[in-house]
């Protein structure tokens, strides 16, 4: 046994064994960092899985920890105190479906999740590491969703939480952050503000335990529980094409690995993915680079009612650029109009009421098959990300009732054209 594995036993992050560079592949022990001092280039978790079968999963708890053996979380994990995050719904959307001129689309429905957002999961996984290596405080820089996740996980554990978000932030996610009693702090600045700012802090404050920054590498992880699902809900197989939010890009990068972790560990067949990337062009840092074929994103300041993705200048960029390249996919994104209209399209076909990041994704998805980019016969997936309840300035004024009324039979059917 190597002395990472052994240093990975000893701190139970269960078949997790050591941190390997994104770039040169540089390994090193399992630790609260996330960039290697080898080659500068973000950390990420490697594994030796072992034997899993789908059995195992299945007999597992209805939450993201019947895939515990994939994730760098102890093994009694599921037996702690915590939110309980994932196996939320994967909806056929035939209405939807209909109304964009293809055959077969999916959502994956992650409005279901305790803080009606994804972040549920990744906060989940970073907690739990987190707890292994002794942190006492649970923080975060974050643009609403991951501010409310960290919040109540922080409470759910009886920690103490610091939670950095800008003050222009919606106040439906100011409020269901700061219902939890820890401490919010809101920043005059934008999210890259805030997020220089919780980088600052965290080398400042050693028994904090920063999700997206000091953890981040095992944080990210939760994001492949939604590949995992997907995959088990569609009968243990990998879809054609999947259209996912970017806001860092943590989120596509780490589908793309749940999907390929399933096929090495044997839980599916192998097969071909095409993933396609969804931003607002209001931050389109990486579907600007994308379409223009560079390999550097460059930083752009945010103008877009979509907040959740409002990140300037994403950490993982360049990665989401090699993945939807490499799977034959594409990066688009649309205007703050096209985001409302994506937001009302999926609510009237489904009734799902989305966040922006939702109408981000079902826009992107409309443009991307009127472009002929998404194969109209194959197989599509939509990631919906968050509840549109957190967003609802984005569609307030262009939403409402058909008529006011008097109270008599009369004045209803005048009102209904009847």
């Not at 056929?92 to 803080?115: Q, R, S």
């Not at 067949?269 to 994103?297: H, L, R």
Request: proline residues 6%.
């Amino acid at each position: 046994m190597t002395a990472a594995a052994q240093t990975a036993k000893k701190l139970d992050l269960g078949n997790a064994v050591e941190l390997v560079s994104k770039e040169e592949g540089h390994r090193q022990p399992l630790a609260p960092e996330f960039v290697s001092l080898e080659d500068f280039s973000p950390l990420e978790v490697a594994y030796d899985f072992g034997k899993i079968s789908r059995a195992e999963i299945e007999a597992g708890p209805r939450s993201i920890w019947r895939y515990k053996q994939l994730l760098p979380v102890p093994s009694n994990v599921d037996r702690i105190a915590n939110t309980e995050p994932g196996c939320t719904r994967l909806l056929e959307a035939d209405n939807l479906a209909k109304a964009l001129g293809v055959k077969k689309i999916w959502i994956k429905d992650d409005t279901g999740n305790p803080t009606h957002s994804f972040k549920d999961r990744v906060v989940a996984v970073a907690l739990a590491a987190a707890r292994e290596f002794g942190f006492k405080v649970l923080a975060c820089p974050s643009t609403g969703n991951l501010a409310n996740a960290v919040a109540a996980a922080a409470a759910r554990a009886g920690w103490d939480s610091v939670v950095l978000v800008p003050k222009s932030l919606e106040r439906a996610k100011i409020l269901m952050s700061a219902v939890y009693d820890g401490s919010l702090l809101a920043v005059d600045g934008n999210y890259d503000d805030v997020n220089r700012l919780a980088t600052e802090l965290a080398g400042d404050h050693e028994d904090w335990a920063f999700v997206n920054v000091n953890v981040r590498p095992y944080y990210s992880e939760g994001s492949k529980t939604l590949a995992y699902e997907v995959a088990e809900q569609l009968g243990w197989r990998i879809p054609e094409q999947i259209v996912v939010p970017i806001a860092s890009g943590s989120q596509l990068t780490k589908v793309y690995k749940g999907f390929n972790e399933l096929g090495q560990v044997g839980l599916v067949e192998p097969s071909p993915v095409k993933i396609f990337g969804a931003q607002a062009s209001g931050c389109s840092p990486v579907a600007t680079a994308f379409k223009e074929n560079n390999d550097v994103v460059q930083p752009v300041k945010p103008d877009t009612i979509a907040r959740s993705l409002a990140i300037g200048a994403p950490a993982d960029g360049p990665y989401v650029l090699d993945v939807v390249r490499k799977t034959g996919g594409a990066i688009e994104d649309v205007t703050d109009e096209e985001v409302r209209e994506g937001i009302k399209l999926l609510a009237r076909t489904e009734g799902i009421f989305a966040e922006t990041a939702g109408g981000v994704t079902v826009a992107n998805a409309k443009k991307l098959i009127e472009a002929g980019q998404i194969d109209p016969d194959a197989e599509t997936v939509l990631l919906i990300t968050g509840d549109g309840l957190k967003t609802l300035d984005a569609v307030q004024d262009s939403i409402g009732p058909k008529a006011t009324v008097e109270p008599t039979t009369d004045s209803v059917n005048q009102a209904l054209g009847l």
